[in-house]
């Protein structure tokens, strides 16, 4: 028997190792998902993401500075500053609006200081320079408030703008584009257009990236220029960098004009002369070693020299030049400044004796005394005043001030605590109390005076390192507990609690380190196989039963997992295995094929630790009575068979055949086979149809088999229920042929009646020629004399209605001129009417006429009288 068994193992057919390939392909397949799927629900880092989005950063960077590399030939090193603002501006968290202390997201209005170029959100900043300018304008009085336009600052580097520089537009960082679109292949808040803003310091170029945050990079331009001193030949340089030294003595003129600069070629203006000379001083009494670059110097004595009055010496400190005429000379004023004397110089002005009316320091009264020399004394006069804050008043001196003791009991601009300035006038100082209140980054306390509203964010930055402290991340102060470490792609250098002899490579991170996915790679002692399993070394394992409830009052615990090493799971390794119905077939059969039994029989691999006879779980397949199905259990034992001994027939333990017939029917056949699955040919059917006759008005049953058999001609006659067709033709007669299939035939032989146009004769004729047109009927000349009367008799009727007509109209005519005729009659009547004037107006010029003459002849008589 073994030796049969291995002749059989020997001739295996190519369909059992083909089944076997695709077998160990599909286990790989489904092993290496299994390892993915593991990968990517427990890896602590998703390094391919990271990868493909730098990748994308990389391009759109290359993408911006391609017009400024493509000037400076590849070179990229000046762009480290700007690459630094646009890495910052891709970094999740990198961009923070140091006002509220949240990150800048990509569809947010921002705005970009033009110092430091930090960025803030457009509604924090809009209320930052609003509070700014409140807290500025709040201690000034009434008289100051409005007088100046107070500038408003950079939170963070305290650059200066005016008040009409507040943002109230959302502008990309070129401030070319309003309300920029969102772009992911763009750097955030950028136009994508050339930057163009003007270099800083101005060299006449412009910036040549695109749109960008931070400051632009220098001027990449070549540009043909000298050095400092002018001497050496022109040479190409870049216009960032265009200032440049020959070392070649300098030798300009220094400003003492007595010696040339001897340093190497610089920049600007050339230093004081470093060189030491006796110089003399304005007035040439002294004479002192100074240096030669400021040879003009003053001495501290008097001048002393005699007046051109003789009397008096010129008190000046050294001078250059004259001394003057005397102060003394001249007309000079009393000292109240009501008189002028001219007197020698040798003689005192005297006072005019007049009161002195100076304007006292009080600003209110007047001096009362006779003019005097000397300040006026203080405002004596007796006034009442009235305190600072408006409370109280008082009989006092006018130079005295008058402070009350009340306390004023005003809240600060700080809202918190009261002023408690005695009689404060109403304008209470500023808050000098430190503010003390923990800020948002609750690490610090604010530093200012104590103040409205929220505090200034913390000025502090802190590292945010990786595990391994090799990569770190400057953040505001605050954000580090919300901020992702950064990525480090250090290698993790944690050593392996697995029996493996290293981990998997894998970066930095927090944490424990990932379950390890080698292999386990150790050998079972039974069949010396590896085991091909993940490392189970450190598995968690849910513990059970650890801890029994008191009562049902208790809640019972969550599950707690502990970890422990599983033990390697049983030999997976496919062994080639007859099943049990081949084995039982050998032993029985005296005489076999090797040949038939590999087509007949089965070999099927099972796990390594599942090697025996066992059932394949195929389907049994043999062929029932029926002749139409196979069985379907699974690979059993049958015993009993045909004489033959064929393999392919059923026997008593196979499944008996319990479905309908699925032969297929004759065409046109809808009905199913009544009897169970059967072999041989199907009965006739003999089951009646209903169907509709040809003119769908009567209803026909008919046997199935006369239908399926019948010709088309024989199917007409069967279906055609022997009556009138009922259809109405074209020219509107109902069709005189029988029930029949297609359309009815057109050439209608029914009479109708033809008339001639004037409708006196008529004529019976078929209705397929008169629809044709074939036949007419024209008029006769009794017909025409008939139409000729008529049109004479219209004719006639015609004239009659018109001449009548212009009857009527004459008579309107007539009788609208008559009734015209009398208006005007009347009308002429009321014109010759006559109107009687009163005696006024009969003799209003006899009387006027002569009193204007004698006016106007009076009034000359006047006036040459007075002459």
């Known amino acids: 028997m073994l030796s049969h068994f291995k002749l059989c193992l020997?001739?295996?057919?190519?369909?059992?190792?083909?089944?076997?390939?695709?077998?160990?392909?599909?286990?790989?397949?489904?092993?290496?998902?299994?390892?993915?799927?593991?990968?990517?629900?427990?890896?602590?880092?998703?390094?391919?993401?990271?990868?493909?989005?730098?990748?994308?950063?990389?391009?759109?960077l290359a993408k911006t500075f391609t017009t400024y590399t493509n000037q400076t030939d590849g070179d990229a090193s000046e762009l480290e500053r700007t690459r630094q603002y646009m890495n910052d501006a891709f970094q999740s968290g990198a961009m923070t609006c140091l006002i509220c202390i949240a990150s800048i997201k990509r569809n947010q209005a921002v705005w970009s200081c033009s110092g430091c170029f930090c960025i803030f959100h457009m509604p924090c900043i809009q209320k930052w320079a609003k509070d700014s300018l409140f807290l500025i304008s709040s201690p000034l009085t009434d008289d100051d408030f409005g007088k100046r336009d107070y500038p408003w600052p950079c939170p963070k580097c305290r650059f200066e703008y005016k008040r009409s520089e507040t943002p109230t537009r959302y502008y990309c960082y070129c401030r070319k584009v309003?309300?920029?679109?969102?772009?992911?292949?763009?750097?955030?808040?950028?136009?994508g257009q050339v930057c163009e803003r003007d270099f800083k310091p101005p060299c006449g170029h412009r910036c040549l990236l695109l749109c960008h945050p931070g400051p632009c990079p220098p001027c990449p331009k070549m540009v043909t220029i000298t050095c400092y001193c002018k001497k050496a030949k022109p040479v190409p340089r870049r216009c960032s960098t265009k200032e440049w030294s020959c070392q070649l003595p300098c030798g300009r003129k220094l400003p003492c004009g007595q010696h040339n600069c001897e340093k190497p070629c610089h920049p600007g203006e050339c230093q004081p002369c470093p060189r030491v000379s006796k110089q003399a001083c304005i007035c040439g009494r002294q004479v002192a070693e100074r240096l030669c670059a400021s040879p003009v110097w003053q001495c501290d004595q008097v001048c002393g020299k005699t007046l051109p009055c003789g009397y008096h010496a010129c008190e000046q400190i050294c001078h250059a030049g004259s001394c003057g005429e005397c102060p003394r000379s001249g007309k000079?004023?009393?000292?109240?400044?009501?008189?002028?004397?001219?007197?020698?110089?040798?003689?005192?002005?005297?006072?005019?004796?007049?009161?002195?009316?100076?304007?006292?320091?009080?600003g209110i009264h007047r001096c009362s005394q006779r003019c005097h020399r000397g300040p006026c004394?203080?405002?004596?006069?007796?006034?009442?005043?009235?305190?600072?804050?408006g409370k109280h008043t008082k009989q006092m001196p006018c130079h005295k001030p008058y402070l009350c003791e009340t306390k004023c009991a005003k809240i600060r601009d700080c809202q918190k605590h009261q002023c408690k300035r005695k009689c404060c006038s109403g304008n209470c100082p500023p808050c000098d109390q430190a503010c003390g209140r923990t800020l948002g980054c609750r690490n610090h306390k604010c530093p200012s005076v104590c103040h409205r509203g929220s505090c200034y964010p913390c000025p502090e930055t802190v590292d945010v390192k990786c595990n391994c402290g090799k990569t770190a991340l400057k953040v505001p102060c605050g954000r580090e507990r919300t901020t992702k470490a950064p990525k480090c792609k250090e290698p993790c250098r944690l050593p392996p609690t697995c029996h493996h002899p290293a981990r998997e490579k894998h970066s930095c991170h927090?944490?424990?380190c990932p379950p390890c996915r080698q292999p386990c790679k150790k050998t079972f002692e039974k069949c010396g196989h590896s085991c091909p399993a993940p490392c189970h070394d450190e598995a968690l394992v849910k513990q059970t039963g650890s801890h029994q409830p008191a009562g049902p009052w208790e809640q019972s615990a969550e599950p707690t997992f502990i970890q422990t090493a599983l033990p390697c799971p049983p030999c997976q390794v496919p062994i080639p295995t007859f099943n049990s119905y081949f084995m039982e077939t050998v032993e029985s059969c005296p005489q076999w094929s090797p040949y038939k039994l590999s087509s007949i029989f089965q070999v099927s691999p099972l796990a390594c630790h599942a090697v025996g006879p066992y059932s394949c779980k195929r389907l049994c397949g043999r062929l029932l009575d029926c002749q139409n199905h196979t069985c379907t259990k699974e690979c059993h034992k049958v015993t009993d068979t045909d004489s033959n001994n064929d393999v392919h027939k059923a026997g008593q333990e196979c499944s008996q055949c319990e479905e309908e017939c699925s032969k297929p029917r004759p065409p046109g056949c809808p009905h199913s086979c009544p009897l169970p699955c059967h072999s041989g040919d199907c009965p006739p059917c003999a089951q009646m149809i209903r169907m509709k006759c040809h003119c769908k008005l009567t209803s026909l049953y008919i046997e199935c088999i006369k239908i399926t058999c019948a010709d088309l001609k024989e199917k007409d006659e069967l279906i055609s229920c022997k009556n009138q067709c009922p259809k109405e033709l074209s020219c509107g007669h109902r069709c005189k042929e029988?029930?029949?299939?297609?359309?009815?035939?057109?050439?209608?032989?029914?009479?109708?009646?033809?008339?001639?146009?004037?409708?006196?004769l008529k004529k019976e004729l078929p209705c397929s020629k008169v629809r044709g047109d074939l036949v007419t009927l024209e008029c006769d000349t009794v017909c025409k004399e008939m139409k000729r009367k008529a049109s004479e008799i219209k004719e006639a009727e015609a004239r009659a209605a018109l001449e009548e007509e212009k009857r009527r109209q004459q008579a309107e005519l007539e009788a609208f001129e008559n009734r015209l005729k009398g208006r005007r009659k009347n009308k002429r009547k009321k014109d010759e009417v006559e109107v009687e004037l009163s005696a006024w107006q009969k003799y209003k010029n006899m009387i006027v006429l002569p009193v204007c003459g004698a006016a106007v002849v009076m009034f000359a008589w006047f006036i040459a009288y007075n002459d």
């Open 332 to 362: 000079r004023s009393c000292p109240c400044g009501k008189s002028k004397f001219s007197l020698p110089c040798t003689e005192d002005v005297p006072t005019c004796g007049d009161s002195c009316d100076k304007a006292l320091d009080c």
């Open 178 to 191: 309003e309300d920029p679109p969102l772009d992911p292949w763009l750097v955030p808040h950028s136009c």
């Open 377 to 389: 004394e203080i405002c004596r006069q007796e006034v009442e005043k009235q305190c600072r804050c």
């Open 510 to 512: 927090f944490g424990p």
């Open 738 to 760: 029988i029930c029949h299939p297609s359309d009815c035939p057109q050439n209608c032989n029914q009479k109708v009646k033809v008339r001639c146009p004037c409708k006196r």
């Open 10 to 60: 020997n001739f295996v057919p190519l369909t059992e190792l083909t089944s076997q390939k695709k077998f160990d392909e599909i286990k790989k397949a489904n092993q290496a998902a299994a390892r993915k799927l593991v990968e990517d629900q427990f890896s602590s880092s998703s390094e391919e993401e990271d990868e493909d989005i730098k990748g994308k950063h990389g391009k759109i």
